[in-house]
Structure formats: structure tokens, C-alpha cells
């Protein structure tokens, strides 16, 4: 197994030209795998919502619940940099707020970082809980607590204008302090100029091939979850068809008495 990374050995990384790999987890049983297969860096994300709750988007997650999931990643993957997502309205409405919970992700979990979307008008944000020692990933591009001022997930910066306020975005958060920043679905040659400008690292998830790394959700490289199967995701497995197979099995032998047999049962 690989030494626990630091928030420094990720930025690191970017200057000796090695790639990032993160994934999401949610719970213990993946963060353990995930864990003991190698990642570089966890992500609980508030993806949570929409592959493990079942929303349409993120927008319900609570910092209680990111409190409860990332307590199981932590003790999963105690080896693994985790990264927690601060959810809709934890750190919107003030620098006081966002601290509190800020402080609230990483006290009550064991997670050594959080992770905010937002360009320019988080950058104040970002600086606060920075300078109380919490190190912050950023999140620039399109940002799915802005889902209905986007009017859907939708890639952005294909306009010139766009594209020049994401790269000010992105400006902003490094110098904030953030240690990371992930560009999630903008167009290649954006992340590829944005990547270039900034001494902290890119993570991409659908923002092209030169970002300093890659984030995914891990139900979508499982093939864990059919609602939508986006252009940037490549899938590694398919565990859906796995799991139905073996329900399915189950089933046929409780209902025609296959399982369970006496080496099944307690004498
Ligand atoms: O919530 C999440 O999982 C994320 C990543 C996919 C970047 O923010």
C-alpha cells in the first residue's frame, strides 16, 4: 500500500508531471476498495444525493448526511487523503456559516480537506476557512448546486465570454489558497489553458485530456447507475448486471428450495 498523500504531495504531483486519480465514495465497503486499489485521493462527494439517496440533484444533501458518509469512508480508507464535499447552503450565506460547517466536515469525520463550487464570489469564502488551517479544493465549470441558474447539466464556457469568466474563476480560487480545483464539463482547450496557468492542480471530469488529473464518479465506472451515462465517463465494470444476475439466482433457489441445504444449517 501507498504512504497516506498530503494536501502538499498533491500539489506535488502537478510539478513532477504526475497524473491525479480521485473517485468518489460514499460508504465503507467501496472506500476500502477503492482505498486498498491504489487512488491517490477519496472524494465524498455530494454526489451522494443523486447515486446513493436517489434525488434528481444535490441540492437536498445536508451536512449531516456528508457527516455520516464520510465518517464511513474515513474508517474504510484511513490511509487515503479524503476530500469532503461542503453541500447547498452549508457555506452560501456566510463566512461564519461556512466555517462552522467547514470546521463540522472535518472535526466530526477525519477528512483532511473540503471542497466547494464556485468561482470569483466564493474566492473570500475559500480565504476564511483556508486561513483556519482547512485546506479547500475548488470547483469551477459546471457546478451542480447551479443547476437551475444553468438551466440543467450543462457543459459551459463554449461562449467566449463564458469561457473568460471561468478562467477568472479559476484565478480567483488559486489565489484564495486552494490546493486543488476540479473543472468539471467545459471544453478540452479551456481546461487544457486553465491547467497551464495555474500552479495548483486541475482535476477533470469531462474537461478534456490536460487536466493535472481525473475525478469520477464511482458508480459510474461500476456501471452501478443507469440513469444517465454521460459522454466523459468511461466504465470499467458492470456491476448492475452482476448484481441482478445474483438476485436473481437467489430468488430461483429460496422459491425452489435449492437454498437453503443442510450445509446451510446449524446442527
Ligand atoms: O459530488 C461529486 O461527486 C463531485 C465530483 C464528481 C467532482 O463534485
Known sequence: MKTKRTVLDIGRMKQDGEKISVLTAYDYPFAKLIGE??????????SVGSVFSGYDNTLPVTV?????????????????????????????TDIRDARINAGRLIKETGAQAVKLEGGEPMAETIRAIVDIDIPVVGHVGLTPQSIHRMGGFKVQGREQEQARRILADAL?????????????????????????RLTIPTIGIGAGVHCDGQVLVIHDILGLCDKYSP????RYADISTTIASAVN????????GAFPTDDHSFK
Open 37 to 46: 486499489a491504489g487512488i491517490d485521493m477519496l472524494l465524498v462527494g455530494d
Open 64 to 92: 449531516e448526511e456528508m457527516i455520516y458518509h464520510s465518517r464511513a469512508v474515513v474508517r474504510g480508507a484511513p490511509d487515503v487523503l479524503t476530500v469532503v464535499d461542503m453541500p447547498f447552503m452549508s457555506y452560501q
Open 172 to 196: 480567483a480560487i488559486e489565489q484564495a489558497g486552494a490546493f486543488a480545483l476540479v473543472l468539471e464539463g467545459i471544453p478540452g482547450p479551456l481546461a487544457e489553458e486553465i491547467t497551464a
Open 231 to 234: 459522454k466523459f465517463v468511461k
Open 249 to 256: 439466482n437467489y430468488v430461483r433457489d429460496v422459491k425452489s
